[in-house]
């Protein structure tokens, strides 16, 4: 069995050398053609952005994507310098420099890579999906007690903040970076997902299509880990299971599957505060110019948020939303699980917590309240403020920054659901409907504990459960995602994630009882 862990390990490695080094190869031209075919389907008219790159990259040939990738985004930055001082604002090009520099820089490849997409997937994504297997297959038959195993989690250079983590924490967050920021220098990459792209949606693949294939890759590979360690628990396996389900048919498939007949590309699970971007102009255009179709998206979104999440939260609490279907809690659950024990428990944290998630739902809601005054009154600045610098500020540090950068890059080191925890909106909204109107809360058997401190140890919301569980008292915090771990490890079945009637749902179990036997004392005096 070690050895075909030893094995598996040793794929995985030899695969991530290899998918490092492919984003140093190739070839790229970018020829006049090429350029002109580009401009004039993009309409842009800016002679100085073309006289910019004529002689410093036309027609010669690059063995990386850099060098192009930064001439061409140079170049449009100094070309609308020149358009906006002259105020010429038709040859202004209003694209981002390096989304237009990759998608020039994606038309340009040839060479290896390119020639050979198929069998490089099979060398990166075939061979580390086998790896993975062979790694976490055998645990099934590792020799000790059955039952969840947490076992050396502590001293795992891994698992516990030490060289490992680091290093996957510096990886995560340079990939997040290079994806938000500089899509042209991981085109290699994108190029291998190509074919599956082109036969799901006839295009091919940009650079949010790797991401969510990688995704929907990772999840797969990491929920057969789940199976395996919580196996006995059928909670834990169906939850795994629906997150995957949610995240493969629901933010992947169906969306392309969209996009090749026409219509809008649309995550219906994905709802509004998470998906910011649902209120701009560009989206309820593209909805509204859509028909019938358009307008159910719109129709569904806004019954999505004001009454299907808070309906659902009031009778199974937000775990149907965080721990069944969201994407980013099934990342969280899957990928992340390895890391649930770095959540901080502290009072400090849960402050910071409180008011930054709040934050950022109160940012949300203004952004979209203006966003929505400029859409219906047709202004494009609200009390002096561009909406669009609003959501270009929201983009940035919300949906860029904090829920891809900060959200998973910092896995390793402050748990798996820093973003759930810290900074989705979504998150936020359902919390104060859980909180005080859900008939969702976990009871805890306060006689049974034995104070191991499991529960409090794996929750990665940083809620000290024992400490509950100690006074009897039943969880109905607002960041409980109902992940059901807490009573996944405890050794004694002290707690119970249960929905029952609202009425003494906030309240320690123990005086619950305590009254109930006092009042048959009273029934059996009289
Ligand atoms: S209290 Fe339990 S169910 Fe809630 S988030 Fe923590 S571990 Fe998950
Ligand atoms: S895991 Fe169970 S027994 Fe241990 S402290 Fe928590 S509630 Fe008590």
Redesign the pocket.
Known sequence: MKTIRTLGLGLILAVFALFISLLFVGQYKLTNQAFEDFITQKNIESPVFRDALKNSVFDQEFSTPFYLANSIAKAVESANETHKKNKEWSMVIWEKPHSLAYQMVKSSGTGFVVQNKIMLWFLTFGLAILGALLFMLPAIKLKGPPGIKNNHIFHSSATNRGWIAWFVFAFLISFYLVLYFRPSYMINWIYLVDPISESLSGNPASQWFLYGFLYCVIMSVMAVRMYIKYRRNKYQVLRTTSVLFFQIVFAFLIPEILVRFEKPWYDFKNAFPLDYDFFFRWNLNELLENGGFGLFILVWGVVLTLVIVPVMVYFFGK?WYC?WVCGCGGLAETLGDPY?QLSSKSLFSWKVERWLVHGVLVFALLMTGLTLYGYFSEAYEVFGIKVQSIQDLYGFLIGSIFAGVIGTGFYPIFGN?VWCRFGCPLAAYMGVIQRFKSRFR?TTNGGQCISCGN?ST??????D?RAYAQKGEN?V?A?????????AVCPRGV?K?ENGPEEGRIGSSDVLLGNAMNLMDQLQDK
């Open positions: 775990r721990s649930r659901r976990i529960c794996y929750c990665e919301q940083g809620i459960v969880i915090r960041s409980c995602v109902g992940c059901g771990i807490c009573s707690l994630l």
